[in-house]
């Protein structure tokens, strides 16, 4: 048996300090790296930060079947990682940052275990344009799947554009993602495991069977409709989507900012 609470706290120290680390050496199971994710996360809300919903991963069929994955993963958001649109983020609070761009949910009510799509749907609140900035904490983004679910899946920062009508039909809605006016990548939503929806209804499910179902206000990430894209110092990233509009953030230039151990 791995030592659950040495293998969080390395983490956590990894993130809180934007410190690269090596790959993880210890074999550990599955569900062994979903609770070095939960003490590690245990450790930031014991800090003062706030679980508010949940971020999916590995919600490309093609990249599931690549890695040999029957469910996709999971990790927690807080809101220390919730970055206001159009604001600034601290590009020394990160190891090597790489964004993606997403739908977000925000629920209006509860949502636990099985659900259908349509009662999925119909506890909404909103659907957003969002990026998610993902930060392994491991060396040169290199991980294994057990790594990357113990690094709380990779997910460092998100922000979430206008709330939108939760009605929008969100199966094939187009994304353009640009870094300084130019146009990085192109996609649909239907990357995302064909429709969004079946995102949030995974998220019910994982959230539930974790003992931490979905409440009302939390949001929940469902996973990147294009590959992700690198970060640096002084850019500025917007995301499009057909229908729900736009979403964008700055990087400080690495100059004039310092991070706070």
Request: hydrophobic share 50%; glycine share 14%.
């Given at each position: 048996m791995s030592d659950i609470s040495a293998l969080a706290q390395r983490l956590d120290d990894a993130a809180r300090t934007a410190t690269g680390v090596p790959q993880l050496e210890e074999t550990i199971s599955v569900e062994e790296a979903y609770a070095v994710q939960a003490q590690s996360m245990q450790l930031r809300y014991d800090r003062g930060e706030r679980r508010?919903?949940?971020?999916?991963?590995?919600t490309s069929r093609a990249k599931m079947a690549q890695m040999g994955l029957e469910d996709l993963?999971?990790?927690?958001?807080?809101?220390?990682?919730?970055?206001?649109?159009?604001?600034?983020?601290?590009?020394?609070?990160?190891?090597?940052?790489?964004?993606?761009?997403e739908i977000a949910f925000l629920l209006g009510a509860?949502?636990?275990?099985?659900?259908?799509?349509?009662?999925a749907?119909?506890?909404?609140?909103?659907?957003?344009p969002a990026l998610e900035i993902i930060d392994s904490r491991y060396h040169n983004f290199k991980f294994s799947l057990t790594d990357v679910i113990a690094d709380n899946s990779s997910s460092s920062a998100f922000v979430t554009g206008p709330w939108a009508d939760p009605s929008i039909d969100l199966a094939n809605l187009g994304f353009i993602l640009n870094i300084d006016g130019v146009a990085r990548q192109i996609g649909s939503s239907a990357a995302i495991l064909g429709n969004p929806i079946r995102s949030l209804v995974a998220a019910a499910?994982?959230?539930?069977?974790?003992?931490?179902?979905?409440?009302?206000?939390?949001?929940v990430m469902a996973g990147g409709a294009t590959a992700a894209e690198?970060?640096?110092?002084?850019?500025?990233?917007?995301?499009?989507v057909q229908k729900l509009g736009r979403v964008?953030?700055?990087?400080q230039p690495k100059e004039n900012v310092c991070l706070e151990k």
């Open positions: 508010i919903g949940l971020k999916m991963g590995m993963i999971w990790g927690r958001l807080t809101d220390a990682m919730l970055v206001e649109d159009g604001g600034k983020i601290n590009f020394n609070g990160f190891v090597h940052p790489r964004v993606e761009p509860p949502l636990g275990g099985s659900v259908t799509p349509m009662a749907r119909a506890a909404l609140a909103g659907v957003a499910r994982l959230a539930a069977a974790a003992g931490e179902p979905l409440q009302a206000g939390d949001v690198a970060l640096a110092p002084g850019q500025h990233v917007c995301l499009e964008e953030f700055h990087i």
